[in-house]
């Protein structure tokens, strides 16, 4: 085999979209159609089915369905969400950027700023201060905030009334990470 005819074959493997390897499982090399021919997103791999396709019937409380499917898949309700909280840490240096992060916040979405903890509160691990977000507004804000924060950190939950998961589980960090205390919640 020569060199040339070598490299060529490589290359015709490794093509991108509309090579080869779209076409190889067919047996007389036809195209095949482009939803075949791509993956398709099925969603996280522990989902269970909750839809079953013989009865019709629910057999569980399920919002969202896989992208690609007609079949629901296991997972919470969103209509479970009260409201966000986004809490703004601050140290004492930066406690100027946090209140005027908040008062930008207040104004753009008209959002309740609470006190602004000079010193740990609950599980926070420094200063903070906390935003009450409706879920209609979230999706904006969190856009918003991805690139205003001013280079605090924020940590945000969903508030579903269990504190523990909401945060531990159901959190959106901007920013660094920072260890909670979530012993208060034991």
């Known amino acids: 085999m020569s060199e040339a005819w070598a490299g060529a ?7 991108g979209w509309g090579g080869r390897i779209r076409t190889c499982e067919c047996r007389y090399q036809k195209p095949v159609p482009y ?6 997103h099925r969603g996280p791999a522990r989902a269970e089915r909750a839809y079953s396709l013989g009865t019709r019937q629910w057999k569980g409380t399920i919002l969202c369905l ?22 703004i840490y601050f140290n004492a240096d930066e406690l100027d950027d946090a209140r005027a992060l ?9 959002v309740p ?5 000079q010193r740990p509160v609950g599980p926070h691990p420094r200063g903070s201060c906390q935003l009450t977000i409706p879920p209609e507004l979230f999706g ?9 924060r ?3 950190t924020v940590f945000a939950h969903a508030s579903t ?3 523990r998961a909401d945060h531990r589980e159901h959190v959106i960090w901007f920013g660094s990470s920072e260890p909670l205390d979530l012993s208060i919640f034991d």
């Open 161 to 163: 009334g269990d504190d």
């Open 35 to 40: 939803h075949l021919a791509t993956p398709q």
């Open 113 to 117: 700023v609470g006190h602004f903890h």
């Open 150 to 152: 001013r280079g605090l």
């Open 102 to 110: 908040a008062a930008a916040a207040q104004a753009r979405f008209a």
């Open 66 to 87: 896989e992208r690609g499917s007609a079949t629901p898949t296991s997972l919470a309700m969103t209509s479970s969400i009260r409201d966000f909280h986004a809490h």
């Open 140 to 148: 904006d804000f969190a856009q918003w905030l991805a690139l205003n």
């Open 9 to 15: 074959r490589v290359n015709e493997l490794s093509a």
